[in-house]
């Protein structure tokens, strides 16, 4: 079993900042690409940022420039810096990797429990 354990959310003002991390816990070979997704009420579930594992990024336009997604292999840990948040920020921020549990098995997708990023005009 692979868990995925998402902290840093809560409640910030325009402008402000705020960093996530996740990591990824249980039987683990290998991760792939690993990433950010976010959802806000009625809407869908979109991509926020993702990093594979050499390292190479890729962010929604709306957070090009404020957000900065990172990842420590050895600790097996996704991050996301967040600044100049803004209202439309708010959403549930979910946690996502592709994750190889063992040497002969495939890789599959691990979604986190979410957390919640408020922000405040």
């Known amino acids: 079993q692979v868990q995925l354990v998402e902290s840093g959310g809560g409640l910030v003002q325009a402008g402000g900042s705020l960093r996530l991390s996740c990591a990824a816990s249980?039987?683990?070979?290998?991760?792939?690409?690993m990433g950010w997704y976010r959802q806000a009420p009625g809407k869908q579930r979109e991509l926020v940022a993702g990093?594979?594992?050499?390292?190479?990024?890729k962010y929604a336009d709306s957070v090009k420039g404020r957000f900065t997604i990172s990842r420590d292999n050895p600790k097996n840990t996704v991050y996301l810096q967040m600044n100049s948040l803004k209202p439309e920020d708010t959403a549930v921020y979910f946690c996502?990797?592709?994750?190889?549990?063992?040497?002969?098995?495939?890789?599959?997708?691990?979604w986190g429990q979410g957390t919640q990023v408020t922000v405040s005009s």
């Open positions: 249980g039987s683990i070979f290998s991760i792939n690409a």
């Open positions: 990093i594979t594992s050499g390292g190479t990024t």
């Open positions: 996502n990797a592709d994750v190889r549990p063992t040497m002969w098995a495939r890789y599959h997708d691990y």
